[in-house]
Antibody, heavy 119, light 109 residues
Framework: EVQLVESGGGVVRPGGSLRLSCAASGFTFDDYGMSWVRQAPGKGLEWVSGINWNGGSTGYVDSVKGRFTISRDNAKNSLYLQMNSLRAEDTALYYC????????????WGQGTLVTVSS | QSALTQPASVSGSPGQSITISCTGTSSDVGSHNLVSWYQQHPGEAPKLIIYEGSKRPSGVSNRFSGSKSGNTASLTISGLQAEDEADYYCCSYAGNSWVFGGGTKLTVL
């Protein structure tokens, strides 16, 4: 059974940092590119960042460039998102999602971890 | 990286068909056939229902179908059922990034 389990969310003050993790199981992790997709309370989905199968290529939405860093450890079947200089508008449920190499859709999703940025 | 445009809401009665549109630009929706659609019930993670414009993953009902014309992709749900009531999102690959639509709330009357 495919599982993506996010962790690391919590409440943080504006300007603070958090590191999200996503543990993958049930599929060959390094056959998949991975992304973080967020959903603010009551709002729609927003792609935040993605990384290719070996970590050699990454991408970010403009609003997080320079503040967030995506990485992966294939030996540990894990995906990470280092979030610095957090803002209130970063408050959201953060999902990790996987797309097979050569595919451009998210076939696997986790259940999300909630990040709240508030003073 | 502007969001794709979807209607905020659509509704239909059981057994009817509805179509949700998703309008992008020649840089995303119009440049390839890499649009996907996701269904999200309240409190749940999104679920892939259409990929590469018109293909259905295994296990997804054939009542769901996708198409594209120019810069606009569409999702059609035929034979509406109560369990189809959910939020629906389109998504397009945009060259080392992805862009989602704002989402459409489907109400089954």
């Amino acid at each position: 059974e495919v599982q993506l389990v996010e962790s690391g969310g919590g409440v943080v003050r504006p300007g603070g940092s958090l590191r999200l993790s996503c543990a993958a199981s049930g599929f060959t992790f390094d056959d998949y590119g991975m992304s973080w997709v967020r959903q603010a309370p009551g709002k729609g989905l927003e792609w935040v960042s993605g990384i290719n199968w070996n970590g050699g290529s990454t991408g970010y939405v403009d609003s997080v460039k320079g503040r967030f860093t995506i990485s992966r450890d294939n030996a540990k079947n894990s995906l990470y998102l280092q979030m610095n200089s957090l803002r209130a508008e970063d408050t959201a449920l953060y999902y990790c999602a996987g797309q097979a190499v050569g595919r451009y859709y998210f076939g696997y999703w986790g259940q999300g971890t909630l990040v709240t940025v508030s003073s | 990286q502007s969001a794709l445009t979807q209607p905020a809401s659509v509704s239909g009665s059981p057994g009817q068909s509805i179509t949700i549109s998703c309008t992008g630009t020649s840089s995303d929706v119009g440049s390839h056939n890499l649009v996907s659609w996701y269904q999200q019930h309240p409190g749940e993670a999104p679920k892939l229902i259409i990929y590469e414009g018109s293909k259905r993953p295994s296990g997804v009902s054939n009542r769901f179908s996708g198409s594209k014309s120019g810069n606009t992709a569409s999702l059609t749900i035929s034979g509406l059922q109560a369990e189809d009531e959910a939020d629906y999102y389109c998504c397009s690959y945009a060259g080392n990034s992805w862009v989602f639509g704002g989402g459409t709330k489907l109400t089954v009357l």
